[in-house]
T-cell receptor, first 115, second 117 residues
Framework: AQKVTQAQTEISVVEKEDVTLDCVYE???????LFWYKQPPSGELVFLIR??????QNEISGRYSWNFQKSTSSFNFTITASQVVDSAVYFC????????????FGTGTSLTVIP | ETGVTQSPTHLIKTRGQQVTLRCSSQ?????VSWYQQALGQGPQFIFQ???????GRGNFPPRFSGLQFPNYSSELNVNALELDDSALYLC????????????????FGPGTRLTVL
């Protein structure tokens, strides 16, 4: 079974629209870490955020915000007022507390922002 | 820029050959992980090295092996290449206080695109 599910394969939005990327995870560990990465066409994964399982506070960083809900095992990512530069593939990842050396990545969501 | 470099950028090999991919981590980063990313997929964990010892392995056969050196560089070796080995190979480095989590962010390199014909 997939530990991280990103059900949205591709999303297209018009510039300045808001967009939410969904991430659902599965783990039996009580301690775990969740991440979002951005992968532009160049291929390099760019770190966006890390969340640990004990901190359910939502976070906002500029146009980016993250909604962590343990009750639904979700860690969704919202981009407000999207820009063309946001076009990339976004990955959600999970690292478990007991075997945290392995990051489990979802299959990614390809976001295209149309000018 | 993450300070992590990989070489070569692209590589073409034929089935059955062997390949060595290289990664240079940030200074002070004692942990390096390697991932395989097939087209349209998320990265899959191959293995991790901590202070030059293997520290965890994903579901990859023994023909995938690695080395980590004291100068923060590392290698991924793949023997007996198969067509399905065609992928983007990513290395990621981080500074770890030990072999166990929690981890801070991993810094990924730009990857090596391997094509097996």
């Amino acid at each position: 079974a997939q530990k991280v599910t990103q059900a949205q394969t591709e999303i297209s939005v018009v510039e300045k629209e808001d967009v939410t990327l969904d991430c659902v995870y599965e783990t039996r560990d009580t301690t775990y870490y969740l991440f979002w990465y951005k992968q532009p066409p160049s291929g390099e994964l760019v770190f966006l955020i890390r969340r640990n399982s004990f901190d359910e506070q939502n976070e906002i960083s500029g146009r980016y915000s993250w909604n962590f809900q343990k009750s639904t095992s979700s860690f969704n990512f919202t981009i407000t007022a999207s820009q063309v530069v946001d076009s990339a593939v976004y990955f959600c990842a999970l690292s478990e507390g007991n075997t945290g050396n392995q990051f489990y990545f979802g299959t990614g969501t390809s976001l295209t922002v149309i000018p | 820029e993450t300070g992590v470099t990989q070489s070569p950028t692209h590589l073409i090999k034929t089935r059955g050959q062997q390949v060595t991919l290289r990664c240079s981590s940030q200074s002070g980063h004692n942990t390096v992980s390697w991932y395989q990313q097939a087209l349209g997929q998320g990265p899959q964990f191959i293995f991790q090295y901590y202070r030059e010892e293997e520290n965890g392995r994903g579901n990859f056969p023994p023909r995938f092996s690695g080395l980590q050196f004291p100068n923060y560089s590392s290698e991924l070796n793949v023997n007996a290449l198969e067509l399905d080995d065609s992928a983007l190979y990513l290395c990621a480095s981080l500074a770890s206080r030990g072999a166990k989590p929690p981890y801070n962010e991993q810094f990924f390199g730009p990857g090596t695109r391997l094509t097996v014909l």
